[in-house]
């Protein structure tokens, strides 16, 4: 069955604080991996888009990385307004390409 | 300005009067899906849409219908609500399928009583 885990589901973190968000998948194929972001009250809005292993992607203190089974999203020296939940979402490779699987979201605090 | 607009926002209904989320996107986009997002369970797809007249069932499609007559609109239609219906529902658009990044609306908040 086609999973999708994001860990942990809560993280705190002071101003300038580095970390790691994980995603780790089950599919039968992938056609791409996204990391969104979700603030209260929003839809999510898009970061990243990555679609096979050793791909990287950076967009200011953020940067997405996957491999055959995980994805993390490091943050580095985050600020206040870097606190959302972010969500991982999958695309099965298996020929159906409408279907998207979400994980749980890890909701971020950062403290100043 | 690019967009996903559903309509409404906030309902509060009772169980069994039919209803109608609309969602319109101006992108000209061919692909559109519904999810709900629900505490602890993330967001579920529902139905999505390839193109007109083009639909398929996702992840949690009971108690829902869509229909996809216009490449604009994606209206999620709820026949009979029921309270385990209750939830935040979006409406995304991508311009081919799923395994491009989506454009969410806002969301809308379903109360069914």
């Known amino acids: 069955e086609d999973q999708v885990t994001q860990s942990p589901e809560a993280l705190r973190l002071q101003e300038g604080e580095s970390s790691s968000l994980n995603c780790s998948y089950t599919?039968?194929?992938?056609?791409?991996l996204f990391w969104y972001r979700q603030d209260p009250g929003k839809g999510p809005e898009f970061l990243f888009t990555l679609y096979s292993a050793g791909e990287e992607k950076e967009k200011e203190r953020l940067k997405a990385t996957l491999t055959k089974k995980e994805s993390f999203l490091h943050i580095t020296a985050p600020k206040p307004e870097d606190s959302a939940t972010y969500l991982c979402a999958v695309g099965p490779g298996s020929g159906n390409t409408g279907k998207l699987i979400f994980g749980q979201g890890t909701t971020l605090q950062v403290k100043p | 300005e690019a967009q996903v607009t559903q309509n409404p926002r906030y309902l509060i209904t009772v169980t069994g009067k039919k209803l109608t989320v609309t969602c319109s996107q101006n992108m000209n986009h061919e692909y559109m899906s519904w999810y709900r997002q629900d505490p602890g369970l993330g967001l579920r797809q529902i139905y999505y849409?390839?193109?007109?007249?083009?639909?398929d069932k996702g992840d949690v499609p009971e108690g829902y219908k869509v229909s996809r007559k216009e490449k604009r609109n994606f209206p999620l239609i709820l026949e009979s609500p029921s309270p385990n219906q209750t939830s935040l529902y979006f409406c995304?658009?991508?311009?081919?399928?799923?395994?491009?990044?989506?454009?969410f609306g806002d969301g809308t908040r379903l109360s069914i009583l």
């Open positions: 849409s390839m193109n007109v007249e083009v639909t």
């Open positions: 995304a658009s991508s311009p081919l399928s799923a395994g491009q990044p989506q454009h």
């Open positions: 599919v039968s194929g992938l056609r791409g």
